[in-house]
């Protein structure tokens, strides 16, 4: 097999290819090494032009998150006592032969309002608006007693949320049309008179009530928001013309797109101010609804602080 092989030929032919592709191969690896190189460099750049903006976003969501401590316990306590002392009104006989408490069906109703909102206006502020088109497009007048016997049959005895019963509303639709946010709304006009509606309201309003309180904290602290937008912003400015601009690090770029949403919403849907023109409000009847509304507008007002909460817990 092997006889007319000239070995003295072979042998270098073969040992030059075998250099040719070990040079290649080291070829290979050290142009890995430069690319690897070059993009730990790259990396290594972007992070010291980025420096100021990583220190920046920590000084900022560390202090939002130590300054609303306060604002997040009122919001807690809102959600918690007020429809306890409102539980306290109740005819319990006229919500069903076996229905859920009180304090639950306020809770389910303005929570089923707060993420109605909140999807609907998922990237942009306007979630107070929605909360309050309610009221003001009178969305509740087609009501009767015929359609609440009808919802009562399929949710009596009951005690799981109301759309898990009869749906989670579209987004698509108003959400006074969902029979999950209508079941709701009927149980607390039928339970809770609208004279004790009324004062309910009211007290909410006097010095130290449940909205007045929530309003003197969150206007204490409202310049803060707009402080922590204001740095943010600029700092994106100022990086959007070097030659590393934000949207270059993807992972800080979405931390800041987060937190400016956030902000975005605390400083115009939190607003407790969005409800002064329904502070003295005349129609009774609406009175039930205004206090869902404001409940509503507060669980997404906790919602936006546990979120800046929650990053800070991830950073440590």
Known sequence: MFKNINWFEFVPATMSAIAAIAAAYSAIISMRVSEQSNLLAKMTSIANHHEAAVSLYFKVINELCRETECLRDICHHLQNDWPFQIELKDNKLLG???PRPLRHVIGNTSDLLANYSLKRNKFRKGTSGTVLSIIMRNSFEKMSDAEYQKLLKVADGKYEKFE???????ICNEVSSAPAFRFGYYQLLKRVNSEDWSDIWRN???NDGSMDTYKCEYLRIKPLFKKAHTELTREIAKLAHTKFPLSINAELDIKYKELLNTIDHLIEDA???????YKDWPNRDEVCMLTICSLAIVSNTSNQLSSIYTAVNTLT
Not at 164 to 170: A, K, M, N, R, V
Not at 271 to 277: I, K, V
Request: with cysteine; proline share 10%.
């Open 204 to 206: 909410a309003w006097c």
């Open 96 to 98: 069903g032969t076996n």
């Open 271 to 277: 607003e407790p101010s969005n409800m002064d023109d």
């Open 164 to 170: 898990t019963t009869f749906g989670i509303p579209s």
